[in-house]
């Protein structure tokens, strides 16, 4: 307790003290640059991080980057992983990052079907006819945990190679992909608009698009951790709820493959789905990150057969620079 004390008194004092010179970061994403990614781009874009003392560069992902591999290697100081299995993951290996912060408080992992074709509600996806194609990732975390708690079939599990063609070509497969890009694809390739079941809503219901550091950097420079966090919220912020043009202009500069279309209907989305600014974020603030709902999570896990039950998942985070209502006032009237 006193440490973290210590840390918070020194993270204020940066705060309110002008820096002589800005504090390089490097920060690395899971992906290319996209809509998900859209607060961190916003304090880039508009000036946030400048303001608290930050030269901020973002350094995309994609599928032949490993930026975590970075992060532990002290190549980069924050990234951004999927969800808390990571990090749990991080710990059983004694790989000295920690999560702190946690921008999406609802996973946007979701299940699409056909309409029209008797697949009404969640538990219709069971049925022996249906088969779901599910990326590698996938096939070791969500769908252990589909099969734990709501009883799918190995013989259920096909693999998805990120072309929808195979979906859109039979109406007995589901889908598993994000809320806020697959859906549109389907739309667009295939001239319908899919049935959507985010596992969210069916237990799944862990925190997403967590902020890693290394444990190096919180211990050593716990202002530049609390500058970069604070104004990563005051970025989610902007973007979803103010002027985000510069950010969305900066994320097609990073990814040309990017479109209006896209950026629109995922942010939409992450509204629609209060897939950021919901649940402990709505009193706590964006980035929020309670230690029943983790443990929770950790404990379906467990069961699932995911993670290791002897892992210490209190190592995994370090929630002081979150929960501290930063935006809820100022923004929850936009």
């Given at each position: 307790?006193?440490?973290?004390?210590?840390?918070?008194?020194?993270?204020?004092?940066?705060?309110?003290?002008?820096?002589?010179?800005?504090d390089?970061?490097?920060?690395?994403?899971?992906?290319?640059?996209?809509?998900?990614?859209?607060?961190?781009?916003?304090?880039?874009?508009?000036?946030?991080?400048?303001?608290?003392?930050?030269?901020?560069?973002?350094?995309?992902?994609?599928?032949?980057?490993?930026?975590?591999?970075?992060?532990?290697a002290?190549?980069?100081?924050?990234?951004?992983?999927?969800?808390?299995?990571?990090?749990?993951?991080?710990?059983?290996?004694?790989?000295?990052?920690?999560?702190v912060?946690?921008?999406?408080?609802?996973?946007p992992?979701a299940?699409?079907?056909?309409?029209?074709?008797?697949?009404?509600?969640?538990?219709?996806?069971?049925d022996?006819?249906?088969?779901?194609?599910?990326?590698?990732?996938?096939m070791?975390?969500?769908?252990?945990?589909?099969?734990?708690?709501?009883?799918?079939?190995?013989?259920?599990a096909?693999?998805?190679?990120?072309?929808?063609?195979?979906?859109?070509?039979?109406?007995?497969?589901?889908?598993?992909?994000?809320?806020?890009?697959?859906?549109?694809?389907?739309?667009?390739?295939?001239?319908?608009?899919?049935?959507?079941?985010?596992?969210a809503?069916?237990?799944?219901?862990?925190?997403?698009?967590t902020?890693?550091?290394?444990?190096?950097?919180?211990r050593?420079k716990?202002?530049?951790?609390?500058?970069?966090?604070?104004?990563?919220?005051?970025?989610?912020?902007?973007?979803?709820y103010?002027?985000?043009?510069?950010a969305?202009?900066?994320?097609?500069?990073?990814?040309?493959?990017?479109?209006?279309?896209?950026?629109?209907?995922?942010?939409a989305?992450?509204?629609?789905?209060?897939?950021?600014?919901?649940?402990?974020?709505?009193?706590?603030?964006?980035g929020?990150?309670?230690?029943?709902?983790?443990?929770?999570?950790?404990d379906?896990?467990?069961k699932?057969?995911?993670?290791?039950?002897?892992v210490?998942?209190?190592?995994?985070?370090?929630?002081?620079?979150?929960?501290?209502?930063?935006?809820?006032?100022?923004?929850?009237?936009?």
């Amino acid at each position: 307790m006193l440490r973290k004390l210590a840390i918070v008194l020194l993270a204020l004092e940066a705060l309110s003290s002008p820096a002589a010179a800005a504090d390089k970061v490097r920060f690395g994403t899971n992906w290319v640059a996209e809509a998900e990614h859209g607060g961190f781009y916003q304090a880039l874009a508009d000036g946030t991080y400048k303001k608290y003392g930050l030269d901020v560069e973002i350094v995309p992902g994609g599928p032949q980057i490993n930026n975590r591999i970075l992060l532990s290697a002290g190549k980069l100081d924050f990234y951004i992983s999927a969800n808390f299995l990571q990090a749990f993951a991080a710990v059983e290996q004694n790989v000295p990052t920690i999560v702190v912060a946690a921008i999406m408080q609802r996973d946007p992992i979701a299940i699409l079907a056909h309409p029209n074709t008797g697949i009404e509600k969640f538990e219709d996806l069971r049925d022996k006819k249906v088969s779901l194609l599910l990326g590698a990732d996938a096939m070791v975390t969500s769908f252990r945990w589909l099969k734990s708690e709501h009883g799918f079939r190995d013989d259920q599990a096909r693999p998805y190679t990120f072309n929808p063609q195979p979906f859109l070509a039979n109406k007995n497969f589901a889908l598993q992909g994000y809320v806020t890009s697959e859906p549109f694809v389907i739309e667009q390739a295939g001239g319908f608009k899919p049935k959507i079941f985010l596992l969210a809503d069916h237990g799944f219901d862990g925190y997403a698009t967590t902020l890693e550091t290394r444990v190096d950097l919180l211990r050593n420079k716990p202002d530049v951790v609390a500058r970069f966090v604070e104004a990563s919220i005051v970025g989610w912020y902007n973007y979803l709820y103010g002027n985000n043009k510069a950010a969305n202009d900066l994320i097609k500069k990073q990814n040309p493959e990017m479109t209006d279309a896209l950026i629109a209907f995922s942010t939409a989305k992450m509204k629609e789905y209060g897939i950021v600014d919901s649940g402990d974020a709505l009193n706590l603030g964006i980035g929020a990150m309670q230690e029943a709902k983790i443990k929770n999570f950790f404990d379906k896990m467990v069961k699932a057969g995911v993670v290791k039950a002897d892992v210490n998942w209190k190592k995994s985070f370090d929630a002081t620079f979150v929960n501290r209502k930063h935006g809820v006032v100022m923004y929850r009237t936009k």
